[in-house]
């Protein structure tokens, strides 16, 4: 993996883990008619993080869906917080963001590059039939 290909795989790891985060504060916190409050300050520090991610992720086309969806999502939301969302709305809206950064991270963890040669120790170990 590309140092390149790594770093977006590891934003949108982080990104997807916080968004699912924010959503598992939110089920703890009351029933499912209460209004939603989330920290706007954190959700847009997340979608400057997301639109980043997405310009970074030029290079790599099968990955731009993904991140386009998790954007509106997140868009979504900001705009209709806080607290005009029920918990259930809001909750609906955060898995539409990390499920598709769950996608872009699958996609970016599965090598496109030929398979990359032995390092002299793994082939010591073979040689030795380790």
Known sequence: M???RSQLYYTCVF???SFQAIESSIMARHEE???CWLDAQTLQMLLGELQRCRLNASPFKPVHAPLE???YHCGLLMAQCPGALDQRLCRHHLQ???APLGQAAQHLSVSSSPQQPATSSSR???WFGR
């Open 124 to 126: 010591f170990r073979t």
């Open 96 to 98: 539409a963001i990390a």
């Open 69 to 71: 969806e998790a954007i």
């Open 15 to 17: 990104l997807q883990v």
């Open 2 to 4: 590309t140092a390149e």
């Open 33 to 35: 008619s209460s209004r």
